[in-house]
């Protein structure tokens, strides 16, 4: 991950992961640019022209609004899919593995 | 090894969005969930035609996860962002659980036996009373292969009726022309493989990347990994599609055929077109006085004298030297062309069809690795389960026809039915169908996994048939798996079993043929499609109307009807008989041709070396050579390239609706909405309706984002949330479909006139005027 930013909130939070399609020829230049939305974090997948985001928000109506005004928003990103939703405070503070 | 919440869950996160994108990232740590009791099983996506391979993790009788299966031949672990959410949808406590009749106006709860008991007594009044066309059945590309099978075989060779329709008439119907008016039988030649070995990709009246998001993956891995591939893209809406392409042709909606007239032109102005392949495969037809007739290579390159680049582009609105520069594109190849709706509902779609073969047959961009006209498919088993087993009104199993004698004779004697059972008319197709309903010719009405009450066009009227008190009402029954548009017009509403509640084969857009294992129990008194058909057949023939045995001594689960299925399949050039259950159980899909148990599925069918129908059988032919094409679906062997003229839409702007209505389809939505909408995170993320309107059209009508639109044609209006976004042409808006609210309910608005070739409807243009609410 490009950046561990979100995970600074300790307030419980919904964590939302999204695929988004980008313009692959200004990746980076756009990745950087999400990176500087607040409750945003970017990581990198294995093709170009895919960029995968981490938006954790205080709840699902926050996170989709972030989506949808100010991800969906920037010049350049051609489409989002949220495809993981999880509310954190629904489980125990630290997970045994 | 403990690890904080966060932490966890973004772990979870990137994980998933990793497998979606079909990757693994390093970035990730990999959390490997030991999870007691989970049991992990192949199956196939129940959303669009792509048919890609997923897991599903069953535990406790509950589908708990969903993963692309990375075993799967063709679609490697790709799945889409609406696939993962299945598990919710198989589970949504809105799920019909229990048969409902209407009494006093209202539906109530009942048992099976009052429900099927009153549905076959119906049916077998109006059968006695007014004959067996007083009942119709209306099912779909999401009902199991051998659901559809079975209601074909049920009315038309058993009440002896042809009014067997299925909503692919409103999606491929204009692509079954197409096919079958060129190459002479339905489905694609080529295959998903195609795609790696493909040079260049026409993208046509397709939103490949959202409505088939897995093959714009591959489509986009060929282009930044593989080899390269150019891309060009004809829309008249900027679709994300648009987004890669080298070429992008932008016409005004419905004037695309003079565009692939104008290529077609400049190839062979250019010497470009491949006069061996021509000579050897092709044959040149124009239709006289309704009748097809032979002409020259000479009279087409007359005939396309008018459509010269230059001639076309002012009416199009596309330039000539974008038009050139697409012609020169597609002859570098190998060239796979890719369309779906754009082409197909349309009132010229078949012609539009044909004129993409025309391109591929003059420059022999046809049979070779990455060279194919690739029809994208938007259900699950519309390929299979309907356009396949010959479910629509014209059509009987497996290529044949219900005006062609020997046809009828053919299946009369395989399902056991007196010789003349079948009638030698088509039955009513979908628009005529819902119009005799709404007279009253049709008095019976079995509906089964779809929603005509959302998704035809010009939906007033037919809304109206099936759901107004009147009298003489017709008897309305429909199976679902959730409350619908359609369900609150029903007579009797029936709970069907989903995706996985069952067993059944769904096949593809590539003519893959893939099981669909029974994983779960259906909720509450849910039944499959199956079960009800066979419940209805023998309460039909315990009432007289349908012969004695004639389903209920025959079939006793899915795989029976199967194996009769295979049987049909013999000898034509579907041939699948190969394809045991045995094998479907084992191996992640086959595609036909597969006609003996050891034949590995046929990769490119027409292709000698490569279709197994060329080596043995009917359509064998010793002299081809290894490579060599063989059309042999055509009598002659040769396919057809069509002289058709540029007709334009049936309802075109004017003073008084001066702006095109076209409609579509959103990412994270699927069709009517039915599913999409009940899973949380996706309704979220496309809430609501909205209508794309250019900002050059917005400003003039004082329009700013977010206001409401009213959209008003001849037929009806919708007021739906403004996206003022440079997307579709000026002149033109565009609404999704999805939403089933009245006010955002599109079809209200759409037009019912349709191609008369394939009787598919033209939801893509029609007139209408705007007004902010």
Redesign the interface.
């Known amino acids: ?2 950046s561990s930013r979100p ?1 600074g909130s300790q307030e419980p ?1 919904v ?5 988004a ?1 980008v ?2 020829h200004c990746q980076e230049q756009l990745r950087q640019q999400l990176e500087r939305l607040p409750g945003v974090a970017t ?8 960029l ?3 938006i954790e928000a205080a709840s ?2 926050q996170a ?1 609004q972030v ?2 005004q100010q991800v969906a928003t920037v010049p350049g990103v ?9 509310d ?1 405070s629904q ?7 | ?10 772990a ?3 994980s ?13 740590q990999d ?1 490997d969930l030991h999870v007691e009791g989970l049991s992990w099983h192949k199956s196939v996506c129940r959303f669009c035609g792509t048919g890609c391979g997923v897991q599903l993790a069953v535990r406790g009788g509950r589908i708990v996860a969903l993963r692309g299966d990375p075993q799967h031949p063709t679609t490697k672990g790709l799945v ?2 609406k696939a ?1 959410f299945l598990p919710k949808v198989v589970h949504s406590p809105d799920r019909l659980t229990v048969p409902l009749v209407r009494k006093n106006g209202k539906l109530v709860e009942t048992t099976w036996e009052e429900a099927m008991s009153l549905v076959a007594k119906r049916f077998a009044q109006a059968i006695r009373e007014h004959g067996p066309d007083a009942v119709a059945y209306y099912g779909s590309g999401q009902c199991l292969s051998e659901e559809s099978y079975l209601a074909n075989r049920l009315f038309k060779g058993g009440i002896g009726t042809n009014n067997v329709e299925g909503n692919p008439r409103l999606c491929m119907a204009s692509a079954v022309g197409g096919y079958v008016s060129t190459f002479g039988k339905d489905e694609p030649m080529g295959c998903y493989d195609d795609i790696e070995h493909a040079g260049v990709f026409f993208l046509i009246g397709s939103n490949t ?2 409505c088939h ?1 897995v093959i714009f ?1 591959q489509i ?2 060929n282009r ?2 593989g080899r390269k591939a150019k891309v060009i893209v004809l829309d008249p809406r900027r679709s ?1 599609v648009r ?2 392409a080298d070429v992008y042709l932008s016409p005004v909606p419905g004037y695309d055929l003079p565009v692939l007239h104008a290529m077609a032109h400049e190839i062979i102005r250019q010497g470009w077109h491949d006069e061996a392949f021509i000579r050897e495969n092709v044959t040149f037809k124009t239709v006289v006085d309704g009748r097809p007739q032979a002409v020259s290579f000479e009279d087409y390159v007359k005939f396309l004298e008018p459509f010269a680049p230059e001639k076309v582009a002012p009416s199009c609105g596309v330039k000539a030297s974008e038009i050139r520069l697409a012609a020169q594109l597609f002859v570098e190849g190998p060239t796979m062309s890719f369309w779906t709706m754009g082409l197909n509902q349309r009132v010229a779609g078949v012609f539009a069809n044909n004129l993409v073969h025309n391109l591929h047959l003059i420059t022999g961009q046809i049979g070779k690795p990455g060279a194919t006209p690739f029809s994208l498919t938007g259900q699950p088993n519309a390929c299979g389960g309907v356009r396949d087993t010959g479910s629509l009104s014209h059509l009987l199993p497996y290529g044949r026809v219900v005006t062609n004698a020997e046809h009828r004779r053919e299946m009369e004697k395989l399902w056991g039915c007196p010789e003349g059972k079948i009638p030698p008319k088509p039955g009513l197709h979908t628009i005529e169908m819902f119009r005799a309903l709404a007279e009253n010719k049709i008095k019976c009405l079995l509906i089964l996994t779809t929603n005509p009450g959302h998704s035809l066009p010009n939906l007033t009227p037919y809304r109206e048939a099936m759901g107004k008190q009147r009298k003489d009402k017709p008897f309305v029954v429909v199976a679902d798996i959730f409350p619908t548009r359609t369900t609150e017009l029903a007579d009797v509403v029936l709970p069907a079993a989903m995706w996985s509640e069952k067993e059944g084969v769904f096949g593809m857009s590539e003519r893959r043929y893939q099981l669909v294992e029974k994983l779960i129990d259906p909720p509450g008194k849910a039944r499959s499609d199956f079960d009800i058909l066979l419940d209805l057949a023998t309460r039909l023939e315990k009432l007289g109307v349908v012969p004695k045995g004639f389903v209920s001594s025959k079939f006793r689960t899915p795989e029976d009807v199967w194996d009769e299925m295979r049987e049909a399949s013999r000898g034509t050039a579907y041939d699948f008989t190969g394809m045991t259950r045995q094998r479907l159980r084992k191996e992640r899909g086959l595609r036909w041709p597969c006609p003996s148990e050891d034949h590995p599925g046929t990769a490119r069918r027409f292709v000698k070396g490569e279709d197994p129908l060329l080596d043995e059988g009917p359509y064998a032919d010793p002299e081809a050579k290894p490579g060599q094409v063989r059309f042999y679906a055509q009598k002659d062997k040769r396919a057809v390239v069509w002289l058709r003229p540029a007709r334009e839409p049936a309802e075109p702007p004017d003073e008084q609706y001066p702006y095109i209505l076209s409609t579509g389809r959103v ?2 939505h699927w069709h009517t909405g039915t599913m999409t909408r009940r899973a ?3 309704a ?2 496309q ?1 609501e309706a909205f209508v794309e309107i250019h900002p050059q059209d917005a400003k003039k009508l004082g329009i700013a984002p977010g206001d409401l639109v009213r959209i008003t044609s001849r037929r009806g209006e919708a007021v739906i949330k403004a996206h003022v976004v440079p997307n579709p042409r000026p002149g033109m808006v565009f609404v999704p479909f999805h939403w089933e609210d009245d006010a955002s309910l599109i079809n209200l608005v759409t037009i019912d006139a349709y191609d008369p070739g394939s009787k598919q409807p033209e939801f893509k243009i029609c007139a209408v005027k705007l007004a902010k609410a």
Not at chain 1, 44 to 50: C, I, R, W
Not at chain 2, 1 to 10: E, I
């Open positions: 991950m490009n995970s939070a964590v939302v992961g999204v695929l399609r313009e692959p990581f990198e997948l294995d093709l170009p022209g895919q995968g985001l981490l699902p109506q989709a989506l949808q051609l489409a989002c899919w949220p495809v993981f939703e999880c954190e489980l125990p503070e630290f997970i045994d593995l | 090894m403990k690890l904080s919440r966060r932490r966890f869950v973004q979870m996160a990137v998933a969005v990793a497998g979606v994108a079909g990757c693994r990232s390093d970035s990730v959390v889409c962002a993962l990347a959202e998001p993956d986009l891995y930044q990994k994300p987004t890669v990412l994270e949380a995170e996706l979220r993320a809430p």
